[in-house]
């Protein structure tokens, strides 16, 4: 059992593997006998918000982050570490569908963050100071406003329950070289810019996006980790509904954020106490939410 910030993650167990570590959304796993130069990806159905993770799942939450991930990693050039996702590639019976077989990489300790429109954390630092990760901006954009290109914010990866701190490009390069920096912010653009043109060609706005990269040992290229593209990673929003000047509905967890922060929770953000359970009617909106992003943007149904 695997304590996080909210509640303790009880990871299920699964023949052939050892459970190894679990995020917020995620459980790790090695092969007790097999190859050590891969891991198995489970992404369950919890989530997490304010840097809790609840005790309310939402169902299949965890095959559509998989399947939307795998989705993705087909419609990218780049270098990823998908090895398999189906029972015979070896993934356990009980988590086919929400689990990946993935090669073992040096992870960089960086968060990689492509902004195209301005909102979240990186509105609040433009309010105060006219720039974003200490990159100037254009004056008079509003929340929602699209950024003249595309910019790279990267932050610094926190502990499970922290915030991540944002940082520089410069930080970037004193924490992983000038050769390794240039290429992680290269790759971050060139899979934003592609993902950007695609989501919008299916009525769909990618405001921002995180992707996280590691060193493959055997290959020695940077290569694509963690999941790609999905509503826990980035923010997707409804193109026919942008209007800058406004929090826009984005495709991800606000049902879940708007009712803990609502009266109706009686939860303080601030109190440091664990939030309470979803209400049914927030599980089951945020479920569709999550399954029509998956539908809208592959253009396939979702298969529970």
């Not at 989530?47 to 609840?54: K, N, R, T």
């Not at 996702?85 to 990689?112: F, N």
């Not at 109706?264 to 953000?269: F, I, K, L, N």
Request: overall charge negative.
């Amino acid at each position: 059992m695997t304590e996080t910030k909210g509640f303790a993650v009880d990871a299920p167990q699964l023949e052939g593997w050892r459970h190894i570590y679990s995020g917020k959304v995620r459980d790790l796993y090695e092969p007790i006998d097999g190859p050590d130069d891969v891991v198995l990806v489970v992404a369950s159905d919890r989530i997490s918000a304010y840097d809790f993770v609840l005790s309310s799942t939402i169902p299949d939450k965890g095959r559509i982050l998989t399947q939307l991930s795998l989705w993705w990693f087909e419609q990218l050039n780049v270098p990823n570490h998908v090895v398999g996702s189906t029972a015979d590639d070896g993934v356990p019976a009980e988590v086919v569908g929400r689990a990946m077989i993935c090669r073992r990489l040096e992870m960089y300790p960086v968060e990689c963050i492509a902004r195209g429109y301005l909102t979240g954390s990186g509105l609040a630092e433009y309010r105060e100071s006219g720039t974003v990760c200490e990159i100037p901006l254009p004056a008079g954009l509003v929340d929602g406003s699209r950024l003249p290109e595309a910019i790279f914010t990267p932050s610094a990866k926190a502990e499970v329950g922290e915030h991540d701190e944002n940082i520089t490009y410069e930080d970037v390069t004193g924490m992983v070289g000038d050769d390794a920096a240039a290429q992680l912010r290269d790759l971050t653009l060139e899979i934003y810019r592609e993902a950007e043109r695609i989501a919008r060609e299916r009525g769909i706005i990618l405001a921002d996006t995180k992707v996280e990269f590691g060193l493959d040992p055997v290959t020695g290229y940077i290569t694509l980790g963690d999941e790609v593209l999905t509503p826990d990673s980035s923010r997707f929003w409804d193109a026919a509904m942008w209007e800058p000047g406004k929090a826009q509905p984005s495709f991800d967890k606000q049902f879940v954020r708007d009712w803990l922060t609502s009266p109706a929770s009686g939860w303080d953000r601030v109190s440091g106490e664990e939030p309470p359970a979803l209400p049914a009617d927030v599980v089951v909106r945020t479920r569709a939410r999550y399954i029509e992003a998956y539908e809208r943007l592959t253009g396939r149904a979702f298969e529970a």
